[in-house]
């Protein structure tokens, strides 16, 4: 909805952020119910970049977190949202860049969402009523980073310290082994094959790569193939 949309937009200004990515909006966009929400903080949605899935919301980030209330059949780290703000904030001054996944209000994120995130933040609420408000939980997780962030050491990334992979670095590398599989027979029967993908895809947004291990699985899997080629 716009109206949450708008909220969310008031919500991250309250805490000193300012860098929104909508990803296909239900109303369209732009949307004259989420400025009226914003209120005072119509520039984030003024400046907000528009999306049609959330790969593309993500590609820059190192480091993802999704947020969710249910539990999951994807095994992930799962953080409550204090835990995950100050984690945030260290991978910041070690000079990843983050980001943080919400959810639709009424159906929250999508598993193949979720399996592209390296962790899960859950806020611990009333078990018999944990839906929050979609706004409610960007106002909740951008006071969690405001209060983390303001006693955090200010650094840059350390020149010597390997570079984290991106989401669009790791996105690429799992498109590259889902297509020489799916060429190999590997998803089989034709009906689990999207589970298994989804596995595969939740089990590379777990292992915390680096540029340079992008490229050596990138290598493998091409001379696998021209080996496979070759004496095939």
């Not at 999951?72 to 070690?94: C, F, N, S």
Request: hydrophobic residues 45%; neutral net charge; contains cysteine.
């Amino acid at each position: 909805m716009g109206e949450n949309i708008g909220a969310a937009a008031r919500a991250m200004w309250n805490f000193g952020l300012d860098r929104m990515v909508v990803v296909a909006p239900r109303d369209g966009w732009p949307n004259t119910k989420a400025v009226a929400m914003a209120s005072g903080a119509g520039r984030l949605l003024d400046e907000a970049r528009l999306v049609g899935s959330t790969s593309e919301a993500v590609t820059d980030a190192s480091f993802v977190y999704a947020t969710t209330a249910r539990r999951r059949d994807l095994k992930k780290d799962v953080l409550a949202p204090q835990v995950a703000m100050e984690d945030a904030v260290a991978r910041i001054a070690g000079g990843q860049d983050v980001a943080v996944l919400f959810g639709p209000e009424r159906a929250g994120l999508h598993n193949d969402d979720v399996a592209r995130a390296n962790a899960i933040v859950s806020v611990p609420a009333n078990p018999e009523f944990p839906s929050l408000n979609l706004a409610q939980c960007v106002l909740l997780t951008a006071y969690e980073w405001h209060r983390a962030s303001g006693s955090a050491p200010r650094r840059g990334r350390d020149p010597s310290a390997p570079l984290p992979a991106s989401h669009a670095d790791v996105e690429r590398l799992a498109s590259h082994y889902e297509d020489r599989l799916q060429d190999a027979g590997f998803f089989f029967p034709p009906e689990k094959a999207a589970g298994m993908k989804q596995t595969l895809r939740n089990l590379w947004s777990r292992m915390p790569l680096t540029s340079a291990d992008v490229q050596v699985f990138h290598g493998i899997l091409r001379q696998m193939v021209r080996r496979k080629e070759r004496d095939g």
